[in-house]
């Protein structure tokens, strides 16, 4: 899992892999071994790429579906969401919508929040 969701990070800070590699003192052609699965990061290797790249180590390796959640606040974010979906599907439509409306308007609120 390592390779695709490196890839993935790289392409959405808009870096090749010369420029990924350049940044991180690596030659192109690990970062390309990497990207491809042919090759596979060490512990310190892991930690730098987390480091650049702002997320938990459990992301890149596939083990959490969230940046910067580790595995365990990943299961019970997951078992959380579950459950308000659960709540929600059990409203009538028009106060479902309603809730839908403040809980996407909350979350947005958090997120501007989080980039000041």
Known sequence: ????ILAKLRKEKNLSQYKLAELM??????????EQGSREPDFNTLKRFADFFDVSTDYLLGRSSHPELT???DKKVNKEVEE?????????EEKRKEMEARILAYA???ADAKDE
């Not at 308000?84 to 009538?92: A, D, R, T």
């Open 1 to 4: 899992m390592f390779g695709p």
């Open 25 to 34: 003192n690596f030659s192109r052609g690990q970062i390309a071994n990497y």
């Open 71 to 73: 595995t365990e606040e």
């Open 84 to 92: 308000l979906m659960q709540i929600l599907e059990s409203m009538p």
């Open 108 to 110: 947005q609120g958090l």
